[in-house]
């Protein structure tokens, strides 16, 4: 029997940023037909546009909302802004109810098993509150959606992969959300995605500490001693592989050299610093511990090059080509 390929549901992003021009360019690269089938959620008017920009040609037919898909997939018309609603770099309050309704939309669509897995775009994440969805991000909100207690945000590189104990919150906040519990929770979860989704059959995983150097032995701060090592302790009982706290200075140049499958941050920076300068154009951003796949490309909406034709798109074809890998398993 053919295989059927993955129905990605693609949520368009905020339509003033580089979205739609790394997804248009995205879809038209090698290859990418044969791996999935896309159901772009969206904006007729943005996604020509950026065809045009990047110099693609413009093939996914339109749909309107709640109609048959075809076979070929199909861009899903969510909005019909006015062009001055989406000019590039200037984000406009319309564009931000768009760029919600856009993911609404999408997540609809794998939580119905219209499509297998889900690819966001990136939005501008105050035209998520601005939306009236009280979210810091795409993680959290899907979490919401999908009645998910913890969830992990995952940057993964060709070499280093990063998960963080804390997401989108403020440096102050930090030391108070870490509990031993969390910390074991993050590492159960991360454990069994670098099985199921990475296909790592014993995953090993290190640790950073929070505090310079690990805390010095208590010398400044105690988070490592309090919190951080009874939390491996226990997601050791669980059968996790995962060392540390080690300082996160020093981890980091040995991850990038493949010494582990993953490291666990303690918060956004610490990790997403060094595996973003490693590996800039090529990482992708994956949600733990949801029922369904969940990618997105490592960027934000970069307004500053926004309708100058310019966007890379290698972290965008890496984020649909991983959804369409890992939400294989659950197409028909
Ligand atoms: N997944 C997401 O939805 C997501 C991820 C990150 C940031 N954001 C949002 O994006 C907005 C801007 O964030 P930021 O400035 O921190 O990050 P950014 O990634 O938008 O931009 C940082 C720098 O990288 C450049 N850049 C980004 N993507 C590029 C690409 N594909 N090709 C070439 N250059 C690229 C930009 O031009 C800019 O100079 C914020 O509102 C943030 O919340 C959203
Ligand atoms: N923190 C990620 C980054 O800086 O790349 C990104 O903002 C993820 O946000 P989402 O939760 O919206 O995927």
């Known amino acids: 029997m053919a295989k059927t390929r993955t129905t990605v549901a693609i949520s368009m992003g905020d339509p003033s940023g580089i979205g739609a021009e790394v997804l248009a360019a995205a879809l038209a690269a090698r290859g990418m037909k044969r791996a999935l089938r896309p159901v772009v959620f969206g904006d007729d008017g943005v996604f020509a546009r950026a065809c045009k920009l990047m110099g693609v040609a413009d093939t996914l037919p339109r749909v309107e909302l709640g109609e048959a898909i075809p076979a070929a997939g199909g861009l899903v018309r969510v909005s019909r802004l006015a062009a001055a609603d989406r000019k590039p770099g200037k984000p406009s309050h319309a564009g ?19 499509a297998d897995a889900l690819c966001t775009a990136p939005i501008r994440k105050a035209a998520l509150h601005a939306a009236g969805l009280d979210f810091p991000g795409h993680t959290e909100l899907l979490a919401a959606r999908f009645g998910v207690p913890r969830v992990v945000m995952m940057l993964a590189g060709p070499v ?10 403020a440096l102050a906040d930090v030391p108070a959300r870490l509990t031993p519990e ?3 929770e993050n590492l159960v979860i991360t454990h069994r995605a670098l099985r199921e989704q990475f296909g790592i059959k014993r995953p090993k995983i290190a640790v950073c500490g929070l505090n310079p150097h690990a805390g010095e ?26 060392e540390g706290p080690y300082p996160a200075d020093g981890l980091f140049p040995r991850a990038a050299r493949g010494g582990w499958d993953a490291v666990l941050a303690m918060y956004h920076d610490q990790g997403l610093i060094p595996l973003k300068t490693v590996h800039r154009e090529t990482a992708v951003n994956v949600t733990l511990g949801l029922p369904i796949v969940r990618t997105s490309p490592d960027h934000g909406v970069a307004f500053d090059i926004a309708g100058k034709g310019v966007a890379d798109r290698t972290s965008m074809i890496e984020a649909l080509r991983l959804a369409a890998r890992a939400g294989s398993s659950t197409a028909p």
């Open 96 to 114: 931000a109810l768009a760029q919600a309704a856009y993911l609404e939309a999408a997540i609809i669509a794998v939580q119905t098993g219209a």
């Open 160 to 169: 280093l992969r990063v998960v963080v104990a804390t997401t989108h919150v």
């Open 182 to 184: 969390g910390i074991a």
């Open 217 to 242: 032995g208590g010398l400044f701060g105690d988070e490592e001693a309090r919190i951080i090592a009874p939390g491996i302790a226990l997601a050791a009982k669980a059968g996790v592989k995962a």
